[in-house]
T-cell receptor, first 113, second 112 residues
Framework: GNSVTQMEGPVTLSEEAFLTINCTYT??????LFWYVQYPGEGLQLLLK?????DKGSNKGFEATYRKETTSFHLEKGSVQVSDSAVYFC????????????FGKGTRLHILP | DAEITQSPRHKITETGRQVTLACHQT?????MFWYRQDLGHGLRLIHY???????NKGEVSDGYSVSRSNTEDLPLTLESAASSQTSVYFC???????????FGNGTRLTVT
């Protein structure tokens, strides 16, 4: 079946460090891929998305590239800030009749000043 | 600006009571969803609706019900609250199938 696996947290980094949060998926065909972010006390917000192979989604300095060959959609940022502390969710919407979104379990990120 | 509003933000209730959590969206979206979020489980889908008078069960629907009488609202009812239903509940909506979701800020429910 369809699934999303992302690295377990928490991930703790110092401000200005490079960030990678790994995400791999299992799905048939070409699902749409997403990263959502959840700040404390809030709901999830769409951070970026990609809908086909080799697409790069980007927003607020974050990037992720849709890699069909490795079934991955890793989230990266070159220089993190304290305000990036949040929980990050990788997600996919499969390309089939059962097309509800499937979320990974989330990765908590702590950025130290 | 369009938004999705959940109420109340916090609720404490006793085992066995009926509880209704409200969700109201002004996006004019056809699709609405209810999730619960628990440590170690991530987000789990409870119920969803693709339009007025349409409702469907998600992966953890036992003990919950929804009804969709208009486009804007999808209330979630716990028929007889149980301690296992202590959780944070999120409502979400989307314009169409395969479109990104818009989330409310959640309701933290405690069942004592």
């Amino acid at each position: 079946g369809n699934s999303v696996t992302q690295m377990e947290g928490p991930v703790t980094l110092s401000e200005e460090a490079f960030l990678t949060i790994n995400c791999t998926y299992t799905a048939t065909g070409y699902p749409s891929l997403f990263w959502y972010v959840q700040y404390p006390g809030e709901g999830l917000q769409l951070l970026l998305k990609a809908t086909k192979a080799d697409d790069k989604g980007s927003n607020k300095g974050f990037e992720a590239t849709y890699r069909k060959e490795t079934t991955s959609f890793h989230l990266e940022k070159g220089s993190v800030q304290v305000s990036d502390s949040a929980v990050y969710f990788c997600a996919l919407i499969p390309l089939n009749r059962d097309d509800k979104i499937i979320f990974g379990k989330g990765t908590r990120l702590h950025i130290l000043p | 600006d369009a938004e999705i509003t959940q109420s109340p933000r916090h609720k404490i209730t006793e085992t066995g009571r009926q509880v209704t959590l409200a969700c109201h969206q002004t996006w004019n979206h056809n699709n609405m969803f209810w999730y619960r979020q628990d440590l170690g489980h991530g987000l789990r889908l409870i119920h969803y609706s693709y339009g007025v008078h349409d409702t469907n069960k998600g992966e953890v629907s036992d003990g919950y019900s929804v009804s969709r009488s208009n486009t804007e609202d999808l209330p979630l009812t716990l028929e007889s609250a149980a301690s296992s239903q202590t959780s944070v509940y999120f409502c979400a909506s989307s314009l169409r199938t395969r479109a990104p979701l818009h989330f409310g800020n959640g309701t933290r429910l405690t069942v004592t």
